[in-house]
């Protein structure tokens, strides 16, 4: 089933006066399946906030439909059951964080007793134990951002939208909130997030959509995108000297006692194999090196040839 459809989505913006028109959105079409994790993947000013804006009616496009659950999104009813992190959460200063988990909580007509048992558990797992007295103008920004995850969770809602969730998160705070996301897509929620962080990506979305210039630019399964798109391939070998391989092959670094060669063409391999051997050298390994996420990503904002 198709959580969130969006085709032909158009968004232009205007300078002051209207003298000078800002094409941001020149057509995305959008495809979400429930029970997905989507990553939605581009460079800065590319348009993802402003696409998540009209998604979230914060924005109104000038053409194009979005659908939510095959209904227009532009009704409360149809953004009922989405739960949103903004790129840059703001909150009320002089609250601290129970106060405004509770506030939300009453915003969705959440019973007392639900929303406090709801909200220790959303504290905990998002890893502000401890700072729920805390007023929110001495939160740090991953801390914001910790909050503005458990806000976005607190209706525990069927599908989120998160616009750049890690940002402002150290290490660890990456790792809590991915394995927070993994987490809710056991539970059979759908995903939806930005984010520059490739390898966060890398590793935990089923699909991504890559917009560049305001128009996806490519849009499939992670493991398509990347299968059968060998980068290079590496040769692992030892007991030859440096000066040896050097002759054989220039592109090569040491691992302590060992070699590794990186070939760009495949062609090579066996002819640098050999002539390995003939040097009394030992081949330990030759290894096909995946393209990862960033190389497509690179590729597709044509920084690599
Ligand atoms: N209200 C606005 N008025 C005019 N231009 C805007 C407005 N909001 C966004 N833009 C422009 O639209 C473009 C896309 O912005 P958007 O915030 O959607 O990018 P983004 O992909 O989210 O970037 P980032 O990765 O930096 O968050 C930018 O060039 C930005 O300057
Ligand atoms: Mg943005």
Do not use: W
Request: with cysteine; charged share 25%.
């Amino acid at each position: 089933m198709r959580i969130l459809e969006i085709t032909n989505l158009k968004k232009t913006f205007h300078s002051n006066f209207l003298i000078k028109k800002y094409r941001i959105l020149k057509g995305i079409d959008i495809s979400v399946e429930a029970g997905e994790i989507y990553g939605f993947l581009g460079p800065n000013g590319a348009g993802k906030t402003t696409t998540i804006k009209c998604i979230m009616g914060l924005l109104f496009p000038d053409e194009g439909e979005i659908l939510i659950n095959g209904r227009p999104a532009d009704t409360i009813d149809a953004r009922r059951p989405i739960g949103f992190l903004p790129e840059n959460p703001y909150f009320y200063d002089y609250l601290n964080a129970n106060e405004l988990l509770n506030f939300s909580a009453s915003l969705y007509s959440i019973p007392a007793a639900a929303a406090r048992e709801r909200i220790d558990r959303l504290i905990q797992q998002v890893g502000l134990a401890g700072f729920e007295r805390l007023k929110l103008r001495k939160f740090s920004k991953g801390m914001t951002q910790r909050l503005g995850m458990a806000q976005a969770l607190i209706q525990d809602p069927d599908f989120l939208i998160l616009d750049e969730p890690f940002s402002g998160l150290d290490p660890i705070g990456r790792k809590e909130f991915r394995d927070l996301i993994l987490n809710l897509k056991e539970q059979g929620k759908t995903i939806f997030f930005s984010s520059h962080i490739l390898q966060d990506m890398e590793m935990m979305v089923d699909r991504v959509g890559i917009i560049i210039n305001g128009k996806i630019s490519r849009q499939g399964k992670l493991s398509e995108l990347i299968a059968g798109s060998t980068r290079c391939h590496e040769i692992v070998c030892s007991q030859i000297s440096e000066k040896q391989l050097a002759l054989i092959h220039p592109n090569f670094v040491r691992r302590d006692n060992q070699y590794i060669i990186t070939l760009d063409n495949e062609a090579e391999i066996n002819l640098v194999v050999e002539s390995i051997i003939h040097n009394n050298g030992l081949v330990i390994a030759v290894n096909p090196v995946k393209k990862t996420l960033e190389d497509i990503f690179l590729n597709e904002i044509g920084e690599v040839q």
